[in-house]
């Protein structure tokens, strides 16, 4: 298998990064923190590696999170399927924010009510008619068992696909970050940080989004390809260039 960068080593002084704690958002049971990290230019491999050692215990920790909100329950679940909702075609900050907003009335307000609460989203409206179509799909269609139904498909690709052909405003992208948030493992959440970080390193050719679903499993594929000849776990993976432009590890 070829490998996608270079393997000139980085010339830099040793890396350091400041781990300070970060601002807490209330997640279903308990807390969710936002680690703020120190955002890195990766310019090689040895500098991939060495920011992922730094920030791991952080990542683990998510990831150890995401895994816990499997384990809640159903209520828990779909709450994160709101997150999903309102974080597509905006941002996770956005996402959080909204799903604070909701909490209290996510079972009982109307499209309209929603769309009041979430009023700061770029997209209110639609958004409030997305989470509400879903709530009425899981209600009604599924008898509130969400987990069941998602465990009820036992194929990798056909989660997701489920998911997507389910769910209104729920692509690749987001059923991909759904499922991982929900602690399943290996799949690539293809947003624009980490399309950039892969074209950085040469993974991909043009930092443009998959528009196709064929599009998608090609460019994840490529990103599993390369998580695999780093050495780095996908999901840790994920986790780590998102921070390295972000300076956070949000979810």
């Known amino acids: ?51 992922h050692a730094h920030i791991r215990p952080f990542v683990l920790q998510r990831l150890e999170e995401f895994r816990e909100t499997w384990e809640r329950g159903d209520e828990a679940i779909f709450e994160e399927l709101v997150f999903c ?16 907003a909701l909490r209290p009335v996510l079972w009982s307000a109307t499209a309209e009510e929603i ?6 989203h770029l997209y209110p409206g639609a958004r409030a008619q997305y989470i509400v179509a879903a709530r009425e799909i899981v209600r009604n269609e599924l008898g509130g068992r969400l987990k069941s139904w998602i465990e009820s498909w036992r194929g990798r690709d056909t989660r997701r696909d489920a998911c997507v052909q389910k769910f209104k405003g729920i692509g690749y992208k987001e059923a991909s970050h759904f499922l991982r948030n929900i602690g399943f493992r290996g799949y690539a959440i293809l947003d624009k940080h980490i399309l950039r970080s892969l074209h950085a390193f040469g993974v991909i050719d043009s930092e443009r989004p998959p528009s196709t679903r064929n599009q998608y499993l090609a460019i994840e594929q490529r990103y599993l390809a390369f998580a695999n000849q780093v050495g780095i776990d996908p999901d840790e993976l994920d986790l780590t260039l998102w921070a390295s432009r972000t300076g956070m590890i949000v979810k």
């Open 1 to 51: 298998m070829r490998k996608f960068w270079s393997e000139t080593p980085s010339y830099r002084k040793a890396l350091s990064f400041c781990l300070p704690r970060g601002q807490k958002f209330p997640v279903g049971d308990g807390q969710m923190e936002i680690f703020k990290v120190e955002k890195a230019t990766l310019s090689s491999v040895d500098d991939l590696k060495a920011y």
């Open 85 to 100: 909702i309102l974080t597509a075609g905006a941002s996770a900050l956005m996402g959080l924010r909204g799903v604070e």
């Open 115 to 120: 769309a009041e609460r979430i009023h700061f």
